[in-house]
C-alpha cells in the first residue's frame, strides 16, 4: 500500500517529510530535494516556525514545473493558542499566507491541549485554558468551517487517544480523517491502532525515528536509541540497508503513514528508498517484541502545577 485513501477518493501518499526543527536556511533545499526525487507528502505546522521557507521551496517546484499542485499533499496543524472556534479559519489563513497555497490537504488539531492567544509554549499554569472553557468539540466546529470554506480538504487530529477521539465523533458532521501519534517500535499504540481502524481513521507516525534532534529540554536520561537497536540493525543488515528504512518500512507495511524528518540529502533520498524495503512475517514480528511502552515525546510539557492538563487527560 502506497496510498491512503480518503472516502471521498483523495490519496494521500502514506511516506512524507516531516519538517519539525528543521531549520530556516535549510529546509528550503530540503523539500525542493525531497519533491524533486519523489516525495509527495509535507508534514508542516506553524510552530515549527518554518512554514515561510517551506512554501518558498513547494513554489520553486511547481513554477520549475517539477510537479502541480494537485499532485502535492500537504499537511499543517492548528496551534494551541488558537483553539477558540472563532479563531480556528483565521489560524489556517495565517499558515496558506505562510505556504503561499490556498488550501492543505489536511488540517489538524496540534494537541488536546489550549493555550491563551499568542503563547508558543506554557511557561507557566496560567499560560493555559482548560478543556472545560475551550472544549474540543468548540474547536472542531471551527475545524469544519476551515473545509466548508475550501481552505482545507480533510481535517483531523494529532495527540488523541481514545477518550479524546471519542468526543469529536459523537457530534461532529465531519468526523476525523487522521490521528497523527507517536509511534514507532518502542511504542507502537496498538491499541489506539485498532481503535482508529475500526473507527476508518488512518494514523500518521511522528518521531518514527526516535527524534534524536528534539531539544535537550524534552529528552529523558538515558534514553533507548531506535536507531541503534540490536533487532533493527541486524535486520538492516542483512538486507543491505540502514536502520532507518527498516524503522519506515515496518511502519509502511502496519498501514501507517510515516513521515521522518531530514535536511541532510543523502538520508532525504535514504527514507524515501525505504518504500522498497520489504518485510516478511518474521522479521514484522521480531520488531513487534520490541515494545517498551516508551514515549519519546512524553508531554510533560504541557503538564504544570496547578495547570489545567495531567498526562492521564491529554493521552486519554
Ligand atoms: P524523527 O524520528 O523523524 O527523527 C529525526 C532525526 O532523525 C533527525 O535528527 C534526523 O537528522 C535523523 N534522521 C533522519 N533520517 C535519518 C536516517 N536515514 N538515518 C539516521 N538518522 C536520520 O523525528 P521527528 O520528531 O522530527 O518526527 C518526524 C516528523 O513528525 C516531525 O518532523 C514533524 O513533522 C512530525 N511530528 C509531529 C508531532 C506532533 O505533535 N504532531 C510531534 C513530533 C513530530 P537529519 O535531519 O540530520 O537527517
Ligand atoms: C511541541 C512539539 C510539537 C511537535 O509537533
New binding site residues.
Given amino acids: 500500500m502506497t496510498h491512503i485513501t480518503f472516502a471521498n477518493g483523495d490519496k494521500m501518499p502514506m511516506l512524507g517529510l516531516?519538517?519539525?526543527?528543521?531549520e530556516k536556511g535549510k529546509v528550503f533545499e530540503a523539500v525542493k530535494t525531497a519533491i524533486k526525487i519523489g516525495y509527495r507528502h509535507v508534514?508542516?505546522?506553524p510552530i515549527?516556525g518554518n512554514e515561510q521557507e517551506i512554501g518558498e521551496a513547494i513554489k520553486a517546484c511547481i513554477e520549475e514545473g517539477v510537479v502541480r499542485r494537485e499532485d502535492l499533499w500537504i499537511t499543517s496543524?492548528l496551534w494551541n493558542d488558537s483553539h477558540r472556534k472563532e479563531d480556528v479559519v483565521p489560524a489556517v489563513k495565517n499558515t496558506l499566507k505562510d505556504l503561499s497555497l490556498d488550501y492543505v490537504d489536511l488540517f489538524?488539531i496540534?494537541?488536546p491541549v489550549a493555550l491563551k492567544k499568542g503563547v508558543y509554549l506554557a511557561t507557566s499554569a496560567a499560560d493555559f485554558l482548560s478543556l472545560a472553557e475551550i472544549p474540543l468539540e468548540d474547536t472542531w466546529r471551527g475545524m469544519e468551517e476551515v473545509v466548508h470554506n475550501g481552505l482545507a480538504k480533510h481535517i483531523g487530529v494529532?495527540?488523541f487517544g481514545k477518550a479524546n477521539l471519542s468526543k469529536l465523533m459523537g457530534t461532529s458532521t465531519i468526523k476525523p480523517e487522521m490521528n497523527?501519534?507517536?509511534t514507532?517500535p518502542y511504542f507502537q499504540q496498538n491499541d489506539l491502532l485498532d481503535f482508529c481502524g475500526e473507527n476508518g481513521i488512518p494514523l500518521t507516525a511522528?518521531?518514527?525515528?526516535?527524534?534524536?534532534?528534539?531539544p535537550s529540554a524534552l529528552k529523558a536520561d538515558n534514553e533507548p536509541n531506535l536507531?541503534e537497536d540490536k533487532v533493527i540493525r541486524s535486520i538492516a543488515e542483512s538486507k543491505n540497508a540502514?536502520?532507518?528504512?527498516i524503522l519506515i518500512s515496518w511502519s509502511l507495511h502496519r498501514g501507517v503513514s510515516v513521515?521522518?524528518?531530514?535536511?541532510?540529502d543523502q538520508?532525504?533520498r535514504?527514507?524515501f528508498e525505504a518504500r522498497n524495503i520489504q518485510l516478511n512475517s518474521e522479521e514484522m514480528e521480531m520488531i513487534s517484541n520490541l515494545e517498551k511502552g516508551r514515549r519519546?515525546?512524553s508531554g510533560e510539557f504541557w503538564v504544570f502545577e496547578n495547570g489545567p492538563y495531567q498526562l492521564k487527560d491529554i493521552w486519554a
Fill in positions: 516531516g519538517t519539525w526543527k528543521s508534514d508542516c505546522a515549527y496543524k489538524l496540534h494537541w494529532s495527540n497523527q501519534v507517536e514507532h511522528y518521531s518514527p525515528l526516535g527524534s534524536s534532534d528534539r536507531l540502514a536502520p532507518a528504512q513521515i521522518p524528518k531530514s535536511t541532510n538520508r532525504i535514504e527514507n519519546y515525546l
